[in-house]
């Protein structure tokens, strides 16, 4: 049978069975051609057929995806290696989609064909945290440690709910086991910066962004972190700079919300950057309502009444917020703040700047 390749979404690991080829950082067109050739060398017998391993094997088109793996995984004469690594992109895929619970169902059945099979409990870890179960996620987290005690995308997994549950302290500790595992791993040094700014550590926090964006210099993510830390501490016109190259780098609302409320705080004008940033998201639901705000089409009472679910009460009043203290309105804006100190969650950037434009605030 030929053998299937998979992706590991949370260390963006490539793997071939018990092997692995490469770092967690991969030169993705390489080792996809190196797939390539080796697909071609053999053709299946029968069943699944060489287009559905090359579905199966890409992480571009989900469904196709979906379809191929789910061809391989119903071919009774597919090996249970084959079978095992087709659960694990079928999850993959279904993940990618937001369908959190069949992908569970997908690496549970991968783990059963192989009870070692790291890359599952990572990936059925995260899909455990995006559900909103962190302690399964963590007991995930915890197994493929246990099966590979070298694994760096798994202590910066179990970090982040760390970082989630609000003990930052630990979260810290499982992001410098990562970076000790992997001194290139980027992302574990911005989700680092970004637990450092939480328990109010910004030196350190800006170091380890600096350094992230040093590993991986198009990585929007350590910009964004980094931008809106410089923002926490008042540089507003550096955090405009990091917020600007993370809108070129992705497309992204938030990004482009905080990158105009930085410029206005800077004492510049970004309404119509704004415009069209917002006009290249193609979104029309909430957060793009918040920008239709800012952009005054639409009323402060409006954006707050379209505020469906605490997140977005959350932000309401945080932007809310902002929007009233560039103007002006200082009480109002204050009240605003209070508000969205006292609803939004702890481990939201929102909830930090609420914050830190309270203290800015006189008494």
């Known amino acids: 049978m030929v053998p299937i390749w998979v992706f590991d979404i949370v260390g963006l690991r490539i793997a071939a069975g018990k092997y692995a080829l490469g770092r967690r950082i991969v030169r993705l067109w390489i080792c996809r051609a190196i797939v390539l050739a080796l697909l071609l060398e053999v053709a299946p017998a029968f069943g699944a057929g060489q287009g559905d391993y090359d579905d199966c ?41 937001g369908e959190n619970d069949r992908a569970i169902a997908d690496y549970t059945e991968a783990i059963k064909l192989n009870p070692k099979d790291v890359p599952a409990y990572n990936n059925r870890g995260t899909a455990w945290r995006d559900k909103g179960d962190l302690d399964r996620a963590i007991a995930d987290y915890n197994v493929a440690m246990r099966f590979n005690t070298n694994d760096a995308a798994a202590y910066n997994n179990r970090g982040n709910v760390w970082h989630e549950k609000g003990d930052d302290t630990r979260a810290i500790a499982d992001y410098t086991e990562a970076v000790r595992l992997d001194p290139k791993y980027a992302l574990a040094y911005c989700n680092r910066g970004n637990a450092w700014h939480a328990k109010g550590e910004n030196d ?21 972190i980094r931008g809106t830390i410089y923002f926490d501490i ?56 918040v920008i239709d705000f800012y952009l005054g089409r639409r009323s402060f009472d409006d954006m707050r009444a379209a505020a469906a679910d605490p997140a977005q009460r959350c932000e309401a009043a945080f932007y809310g917020g902002e929007w009233l203290l560039l103007r002006g309105k200082l009480r109002e804006s204050k009240a605003s703040f209070q508000v969205a100190a006292r609803i939004c969650a702890k481990t939201v950037k929102e909830y930090r700047t609420a914050t830190s434009e309270l203290k800015r605030m006189k008494p």
């Open 234 to 289: 008042g540089n507003f016109a550096a955090a405009a700079q990091d917020l600007q190259r993370a809108n070129e780098l992705a497309a992204d609302p938030y990004a482009a919300l905080w990158l105009f409320i930085a410029r206005a705080r800077a004492g510049e004008d970004g309404a119509i950057e704004l415009a069209v940033n917002g006009a290249r998201l193609r979104i029309n639901d909430w957060p793009a309502l």
């Open 204 to 224: 350190h926090a800006v170091a380890d962004c600096t350094e992230a964006i040093r590993l991986d210099p198009n990585n929007d993510l350590s910009y964004r």
């Open 57 to 97: 094997m890409q992480n571009v088109e989900q469904d196709r995806r979906i379809a191929g793996c789910t061809r391989i995984i119903d071919d009774v004469g597919e090996s249970n290696r084959n079978r095992r690594i087709a659960y694990d992109n079928r999850g993959t895929a279904w993940h990618a989609k």
